[in-house]
C-alpha cells in the first residue's frame, strides 16, 4: 500500500527533469562485456585510475617513466574498449581467415617481448646490447606484428562486439613497446640520446610502433581529422627537403626522427603532462560527481531557477551545459550528455530544431572557456606558458561571463521574438527543494577556495574529489567502496579519448618543435604585421579555426599554441594575451562552419539540419569571435590595470554585448528593429566592448540615437504568448 509520504515523494521524484544526465554515454564503437570481462576491465580501468591519483599525491614517480606508464595505460584500456569500427556494422571477410592471420601476428610481436626481457638481463650483467639485437630481433619482429594487425583492424572488420585476437595482438604490441622504453630509460642513458644521431635503433622502433599505435586509438575514439593531420606532419618531416619556401628543412632519418618523437619535446611533453597530471585527476572528480548524482543536480537547479522564464529550456540549457562542460572538457561530449534532455523540451516550449541544437552546442562550447576548470585548457595554457594556474583562471573570468550574457540574451531575445513561455510551475522541480540541497555545490566551492588560497592543483582537485565522496552521505546516492570503485572505474574509461587526443597533439607538437616551421611561420606573422597588426591577428584567427576544425578542444589549442602564439608574442602581444587569443578561437572552433563538432552532435540529437545548426550557433556565439580582439586593445578584459580601469571595461563590455545580442536577433527595447536599428547597434556594440573613453561616450551615443529610431520606427510588437508545455511526455 502506498502511504502519502511516500506518494508525494513519487510525485516530486515525478517532477526532477534530469535524472542520469551526467551518465557516460557509449560511443558507437564501444564494446560490452559479459559479467566476468565486464569486471575484469572495470578492475583493470579503476586501478588505472587510482594509480594517477596514488602517485600524484603519496608516491611520485619519475616523470618520463610516469608519462610513458600514463599514455601506455591509456592504449591497453583503449584497445579493450573501443572496437576498430562501429559495433552495429556486419563484419566483412573471411572471419576464420582473419582469426588465423591474428594469431600469427601475436607471434611476432610476443617474440619482441621476449627479446625486451632478454636485453633486461644484459643490462644487469652490465654488458652491451649489440645494433643487430636491437633491430632485427626486436624492432622488425615488434613493427611486422603491430603495423600489420594495425591495418587488418581498419580494412578487415572482425565480427561483432566481442574483443578480438587483432586487439590483443596490439594491446601485446603496446605492453613490448612500453617495456622497451622503461628497461632502457635509465640503463642506456636513453633520455640523453633520443633525438640525435647517436639513438639506439631499439628506441626508433619502439617510439615508431607506439606512435602508430597512438594514432590507431585516435582513429578509434577521435575521429580521422586528428589522424590525418598528425600523419601529415609526420610525412613533412621526411619531405622538408624537397618543399619551397618557409616550408622547407633539412629532413630527418628514421632513427633520430621517432626517438625524438617519444620525448618531452614531443609525446611525453606538455599535451601528456598534463592529461597525465591535471586532466586525469579532474576527469576523477568528474566521475565522483557522477556517482554521486551532482550533475542531475545541477540540471535540476537550473530548471527550478530559469524554467519559468521565457524559453525557460534554453535558458537551462545556457547554465547547465555551461557548468557541466566546464567539468568535462569536451564541447561535443557535453552536448551528448546534456542535449539529449535539453534539446527536445526546447524544442517543446516552440524552439526550431536548428535553434535548440544550436544553443546547446553553443553553451556546451562556453563551458570550455568558463573558470575555475574551463575544460583542460587553463592546465595546458599554464603548463606552456609557465604562468601560474590561478592568474590563468582569474584573467578567464570577464571573457567568460561575457560570453555566457551574450549567449542568455540571444535565447532570450529569440524567446521574446517568438512570443514563447517558459515552463508550468507543476512541470519543474520545487525551487525550495534546491535550494536545500545546496550543498551539493561544494566540491566545487572546496576546489575553487583551494586553488586561490595557494595550493596546488592537484592538492586542490583531490580534496574536492573527497568532498565529493563525503557530500554524497547527504544524499540518498551515498559512496561507499562499491561506489567509489565504480568511479574510479568510469574514470579510467572516461579519460581515454583525452589522454590519447593529448599523445596525438604532442605528435604534432614535436614534429613543428624539430622542423622549425613555427618559428617560420612566426617571421611571416610579423610580416604581415608591418603593414597591418589587424590583419595579422585575422589571420591568426584563421590559423587556429582551421588547425580547431575536426578537432577536440585539448589538442586544437596545444597544436595552435605551437604554431600561432609564438608570433603573436613576436608581435610584442604578452604572452596571457596572446594564448588566450588563440585559446577562445580554437574552442569555438567547435561551433564554426563548415566542421562545428559540437554543432553537428547538436543536430543529431535535434533532427535539424547539420550545417544550418551550425550557422546557428555560430551566430549565437558570435561574442566569442569578437573578444580575443579587444584583448589586444584592452587587456583590462582579462584583469591587468587598475580596479576601476577593469571596472569600467566590464561594464560597458557587458552593455556592449547587450547591444551586440540586440542587433544580431533584432529585438530592441521590447519590439522587432529595423535593418538601421539593428546597424546603428552593432557600431555601437562594438565602440562599447572595446572600452575605451571615447568610444564608449561614442557607444553611449549611437544607443541613444538607436532608442529614439526604434521609438519612431518601431517594429512590430511582440506577438502574444504561446500556450504553455502541456507536459513531460
Known amino acids: 500500500m502506498t502511504t502519502p509520504s511516500s506518494a508525494a515523494r513519487t510525485a516530486e521524484e515525478d517532477r526532477l527533469i534530469a535524472q542520469g544526465v551526467d551518465d557516460e554515454p557509449l560511443a558507437n564503437n564501444q564494446r560490452t562485456f559479459t559479467q566476468k570481462a565486464a569486471l575484469f576491465v572495470s578492475v583493470i580501468s579503476a586501478i588505472y585510475a587510482f594509480w594517477h591519483v596514488f602517485t600524484l599525491n ?101 565480427a561483432g562486439n566481442k574483443f578480438n585476437w587483432l586487439d590483443a595482438t596490439l594491446v601485446l604490441a603496446v605492453i613490448a613497446s612500453t617495456a622497451y622504453l622503461m628497461v632502457h630509460l635509465d640503463g642506456t642513458a636513453m633520455r640523453m640520446r633520443a633525438g640525435t644521431p647517436f639513438a639506439s635503433p631499439g628506441n626508433a622502433w619502439a617510439a615508431m610502433v607506439g606512435i602508430a599505435l597512438i594514432l590507431e586509438l585516435t582513429r578509434r575514439v577521435a575521429g580521422t581529422a586528428l589522424v590525418i593531420i598528425s600523419v601529415i606532419f609526420v610525412i613533412y618531416s621526411f619531405v622538408g627537403p624537397y618543399l619551397p619556401g618557409f616550408l622547407t628543412h633539412d629532413g630527418f632519418d628514421f632513427s633520430r626522427f621517432f626517438s625524438y618523437m617519444y620525448t618531452d619535446a614531443g609525446v611525453l611533453g606538455a599535451t601528456t603532462a598534463v592529461s597525465s597530471t591535471y586532466i586525469i585527476l579532474f576527469i576523477v572528480f568528474a566521475a565522483f560527481l557522477q556517482a554521486s548524482k551532482v550533475g542531475d543536480y545541477f540540471v535540476n537547479f537550473a530548471f527550478a531557477a530559469a524554467g519559468r522564464s521565457r524559453g525557460g529550456p534554453a535558458k537551462v540549457a545556457v547554465f547547465a551545459s555551461g557548468l557541466m562542460g566546464m567539468i568535462n572538457g569536451t564541447s561535443a561530449g557535453n552536448v551528448v550528455a546534456t542535449g539529449s534532455l535539453t534539446i527536445p523540451l526546447m524544442k517543446k516550449v516552440g524552439y526550431s530544431g536548428k535553434t535548440a541544437g544550436a544553443i546547446e552546442a553553443a553553451a556546451s562550447t562556453g563551458g570550455q572557456i568558463m573558470p575555475p576548470i574551463m575544460g583542460a585548457g587553463a592546465f595546458i595554457m599554464a603548463e606552456i606558458t609557465g604562468i601560474p594556474y590561478s592568474d590563468i583562471a582569474i584573467a578567464a573570468i570577464i571573457p567568460a561571463v561575457l560570453y555566457f550574457l551574450s549567449t542568455y540574451l540571444m535565447v532570450d531575445f529569440e524567446a521574446a521574438k517568438l512570443g514563447m513561455r517558459g515552463m508550468r510551475s507543476d512541470e519543474l522541480p520545487q525551487f525550495s527543494k534546491m535550494v536545500r540541497q545546496v550543498y551539493l555545490f561544494i566540491p566545487i566551492i572546496i576546489l575553487i577556495v583551494a586553488l586561490f588560497m595557494g595550493y596546488s592543483v592537484i592538492r586542490a582537485g583531490t580534496l574536492a574529489t573527497a568532498a565529493a565522496a563525503v557530500v554524497s552521505w547527504l544524499t540518498p546516492f551515498k559512496m561507499g567502496p562499491k561506489s567509489i570503485f565504480k568511479a574510479f572505474d568510469l574514470a579510467g574509461v572516461m579519460s581515454i579519448q583525452i589522454i590519447t587526443v593529448c599523445a596525438c597533439a604532442g605528435i604534432i607538437v614535436g614534429v613543428i618543435a624539430l622542423t622549425g616551421v613555427g618559428a617560420r611561420f612566426s617571421s611571416i606573422l610579423l610580416d604581415i604585421a608591418e603593414n597591418s597588426q589587424l590583419i595579422a591577428l585575422f589571420f591568426a584567427m584563421c590559423i587556429a579555426i582551421l588547425l580547431g576544425m575536426g578537432m577536440p578542444t585539448t589538442a586544437a589549442y596545444a597544436v595552435a599554441a605551437s604554431v600561432v602564439a609564438p608570433g603573436l608574442i613576436e608581435l610584442g602581444i604578452q604572452p596571457l594575451v596572446a594564448h588566450f587569443f588563440v585559446f577562445y578561437f580554437a574552442v569555438i572552433s567547435a561551433i564554426t562552419p563548415p566542421v562545428a563538432l559540437a554543432a553537428y552532435a547538436a543536430a543529431g540529437i535535434s533532427g535539424a539540419n547539420p550545417m544550418a545548426t551550425s550557422f546557428t550557433s555560430f551566430k549565437i556565439g558570435l561574442t566569442a569571435f569578437i573578444v580575443p580582439f579587444m584583448f589586444f586593445y584592452n587587456a583590462a578584459l582579462l584583469m591587468e590595470g587598475e580596479w576601476f580601469v577593469i571596472l569600467r571595461a566590464f561594464v560597458t563590455a557587458c552593455i556592449g554585448v547587450f547591444f551586440l545580442a540586440s542587433a544580431i536577433q533584432g529585438w530592441f527595447w521590447g519590439a522587432h528593429a529595423n535593418w538601421v536599428v539593428r546597424g546603428v547597434l552593432l557600431i555601437a556594440a562594438l565602440c562599447m566592448i572595446e572600452g575605451g573613453l571615447y568610444t564608449d561616450i561614442a557607444g553611449a551615443v549611437l544607443a541613444g540615437i538607436a532608442i529614439v529610431l526604434n521609438k519612431f520606427f518601431k517594429g512590430k510588437p511582440a506577438p502574444e504568448p504561446m500556450v504553455q508545455s502541456r507536459g513531460m511526455d
Open 58 to 158: 603519496v608516491a611520485p614517480v619519475e616523470t618520463w617513466a610516469f608519462r610513458i606508464l600514463h599514455v601506455a595505460g591509456a592504449l591497453v584500456i583503449g584497445f579493450i574498449a573501443y572496437g576498430s569500427s562501429s559495433t552495429d556494422h556486419p563484419a566483412r571477410g573471411n572471419q576464420n581467415l582473419i582469426k588465423i592471420l591474428a594469431a600469427l601476428l601475436t607471434l611476432p610481436v610476443l617474440y619482441s617481448l621476449y627479446i625486451v626481457f632478454e636485453m633486461s638481463q644484459i643490462i644487469a650483467r652490465g654488458e652491451m646490447i649489440t645494433p643487430e639485437m636491437e633491430v632485427n630481433q626486436f624492432g622488425i619482429p615488434l613493427a611486422i606484428g603491430a603495423l600489420t594487425a594495425i591495418l587488418a583492424s581498419m580494412f578487415l572488420r572482425p
